[in-house]
């Protein structure tokens, strides 16, 4: 017996209405035309025709360049081959289809299988692995560390942090600013975590993560070793190129610095409202507590996405204002000001409207047959959604291509315009976190730095496992500000 098939909500004449009063850039006027239409599988997308490994290579090496020219080549659904094996990947790149994918129901679409690259790191229990009615309990559960007291406690610490850290970097020195970004991202993160009690082992942990998430610097970082055999891995790790072998080595030490500060935490006692708190208060159905791998894995999970996605974006963030003078002065001014804060938020929003730190969300896989667009997908078959392609739609964004921060000013982001954290009902725990991360950097930066670059051309980008980072990593000069162009008060 065929499963039932299930279709987004049309859009109705009522939705019309309201989308031409709002100014709405979609025409749904169009979009209900077409859903009139006989319906076309999935497999008639048209897409590259070269091999699969040719297709991987080219969206390893520019990944942007590679999906852009998909598009202009084949429109805004098109099919690539780069996964291993090489099966379809559906990209969507529409706003309505977009929607449609983030509304359907959470037996239709999966998320949990999507986060398969990244498995090495988060293990297979955690949120990201989870669907349906497993992933909104745990999600309201662990809601608590990343929202209302919790996140007064992490901005607080996130504002000292800044200070701090910053102080120390370095100055009149040509270096990449993402390596420190990144450690900042991940004392951040050890607030979520931790909150107040500081584990003993957190310095040696913190250059373990680092030395981990450097392997996201190689291609051999998408292998999904969790399906290979052993003696395939063992053969992988004496390929010392591949830094298979020092990756794997590190997630050991981490798995027992974790450990250890699991059973600190078991024995002082001590919970509060800190993730790992969280953690320790969740009892399966039976009673039993949450176990040590899954303890790891929902840490380890947020170690990853939580500071590698904030980290790329603040090191987006001084590379655009850093060649783009007028949109840095007026910046500044608001920060010398200090009166409001409207210009930071636009300018954190255009930076993940440009770069959106992850530019192809989490894959979807078909469970149940759904039609989007007019195009019916089958179970088994998987859904990109690319917020990067979105964002450069010149009927959304007109001239999408420039800087322009102005653009959010006086308007929020549309919730299917503008995914950066995702949308439906996997969008980010801790997206508030990560703008809170972006304006605290940027404001304690520029209060104290002059951005200055070595070299005048944009930066390319640069793969680094889902994300993408200025393939120098932001490389500038901070200098001092002079005394006339202090923020008043410094």
Same mark, same amino acid.
């Given at each position: ?8 909500? =049309? ?9 031409? @009063? ?31 490994? *040719? ?27 780069? +996964?291993?094996?090489? +099966? ?10 977009? &929607?449609?994918?983030?509304? #359907? ?22 949120? @990201? ?16 560390? $990343? ?5 007064? *406690? ?31 991202? %991940?004392? /951040?993160? *050890? ?10 082992? !957190?310095? =040696? ?34 390929? +010392?190129?591949?830094?298979?072998? =020092? ?64 980290? #790329?974006?603040?090191? !987006? ?14 910046? /500044? @001014? ?33 469970? &149940? ?7 019916? $997908? ?8 690319? #917020? ?18 102005? +653009? $959010? %000013?006086?308007?929020?982001?549309? /919730?299917?315009? !503008? ?22 950097? %940027? ?22 496992? /889902? ?24």
């Amino acid at each position: 017996m065929n499963a039932p098939q299930h279709a987004a909500p =049309e859009t109705g004449p009522a939705d019309e209405a309201l989308a031409a @009063a709002s100014g709405c850039p979609v025409d749904h006027t169009a979009a209900a035309a077409a859903s009139t239409r006989p319906s076309i599988p999935a497999e008639a997308l048209p897409g590259p025709k070269v091999s699969a490994l *040719r297709q991987i290579l080219s969206y390893w090496k520019s990944p942007s360049d590679f999906v852009e020219s998909c598009r202009d080549q084949y429109g805004d659904r098109f099919a690539l081959r780069i +996964r291993v094996p090489p +099966r379809p990947l559906y990209v969507l790149s529409a706003p309505d289809d977009i &929607k449609q994918m983030f509304l #359907a129901p959470a037996d239709v679409l999966h998320t949990g299988t999507g986060s398969a690259t990244i498995e090495k790191f988060t293990g297979q229990s955690g949120l @990201a692995w989870l669907d349906e009615d497993a992933h909104k309990i745990r999600r309201k559960l662990l809601m608590p560390s $990343f929202h209302g007291k919790a996140l007064h *406690r992490i901005e607080d610490s996130v504002n000292r942090m800044a200070v701090e850290e910053v102080a120390n970097w370095p100055r009149n020195k040509a270096m990449s600013l993402h390596p420190l970004v990144h450690r900042f991202t %991940l004392n /951040v993160i *050890r607030e979520v975590i931790f909150g107040r009690v500081v584990p003993a082992q !957190w310095d =040696e942990l913190l250059e373990v993560l680092i030395g981990m998430m450097k392997f996201n610097n190689s291609m051999a970082s998408a292998m999904m070793i969790h399906k290979m055999s052993p003696a395939a891995v063992r053969v992988l790790r004496m390929i +010392r190129p591949l830094g298979l072998d =020092e990756f794997l080595i590190l997630r050991e030490r981490a798995n027992a610095l974790i450990a250890g500060a699991v059973a600190d935490r078991r024995a002082a006692g001590d919970l509060d409202n800190d993730m790992l708190s969280v953690l320790l208060g969740i009892t399966h159905e039976d009673g039993t507590p949450l176990s040590q791998t899954e303890l790891r894995d929902e840490m380890m999970t947020i170690f990853l996405a939580g500071t590698e996605t904030t980290a #790329a974006a603040i090191s !987006w963030a001084f590379e655009f204002l850093s060649r783009e003078p007028e949109a840095l002065e007026r910046l /500044v @001014a608001e920060i010398d000001a200090g009166t409001e804060d409207a210009y930071l938020t636009a300018t954190v929003q255009e930076v993940l409207r440009v770069r959106p730190s992850i530019p192809q969300i989490i894959p979807r896989t078909v469970v &149940k047959p759904i039609e989007i667009g007019g195009v019916r $997908f089958e179970p088994g078959m998987v859904l990109w959604a690319s #917020a990067y392609l979105m964002n450069r739609d010149p009927q959304l964004y007109p001239e999408p291509d420039r800087f322009r921060p102005e +653009r $959010f %000013l006086g308007s929020k982001p549309g /919730v299917y315009t !503008w995914i950066p954290f995702g949308g439906g009902r996997i969008r980010c725990l801790g997206d508030k976190i990560a703008l809170l991360e972006m304006k605290t950097v %940027l404001r304690e930066v520029l209060s104290h730095c002059e951005l200055h670059r070595i070299d005048p051309a944009p930066e390319a980008t640069k793969s680094r496992s /889902v994300s993408t980072l200025p393939a120098k990593g932001a490389f500038l000069e901070l200098r001092a500000r002079t005394p006339r162009t202090s923020r008043a008060g410094d």
